[in-house]
């Protein structure tokens, strides 16, 4: 038996498009109930959109506990769509608010990670790569950071980032 179906037709246009590959169900406004996570929106347990922080089309998209010494859980999201800044970003999978996000242009951030592999670091470290438009505004690049934004390595000569010339593109 359907309980709830949800559209983002009829509401504001910050709704829609919001939308990544896969979707995260978990509680995160700790009421017993899973929400989901479609992206960059959340709705409630009843279908009902609880935010959205109108980022648009992430490809890449993990909800868990990144950050230990922060209270709840938090969202990452790799985002398809070229941004000036944002690209990548983290925030608060209860409210949807911004805990940080990349300071630098990206074209289509296509492949993710996210891990508690590293134990230097509280938290998880997270990795993306973005595969670029070929010119000097959005190269193809590599990140990687611990799970509160502190930049690690950075570039095409970082371990889980590798081009194939003449391929489609960028794997790990």
Known sequence: ???????????????Q?????TTRCCDIDND????????????????????TNARRHPDFLYV??????REGLESITCLEINHDTGGINVSCAKTGKEIWELKEPTFHV????????????RGVVTGATDV????????AKAWIFTGDGKMLASGKNIQFFKYKAGSSGFFH
């Open 110 to 121: 296509h492949y993710g990670f996210c891990g508690d592999i590293d134990p230097l670091y």
């Open 64 to 69: 868990a506990d990144l950050l230990p010494q």
């Open 32 to 51: 017993g109930r899973d929400a989901i996570v479609l992206g960059n929106m959340a709705l409630d347990d009843d279908g009902q959109p609880l935010w």
């Open 17 to 21: 498009g919001q939308g990544a590959h």
């Open 132 to 139: 670029g438009a070929g010119n000097k505004k959005y190269p």
């Open 1 to 15: 038996k359907n309980v709830w179906k949800y559209s983002s037709s009829g509401y504001p246009k910050a709704y």
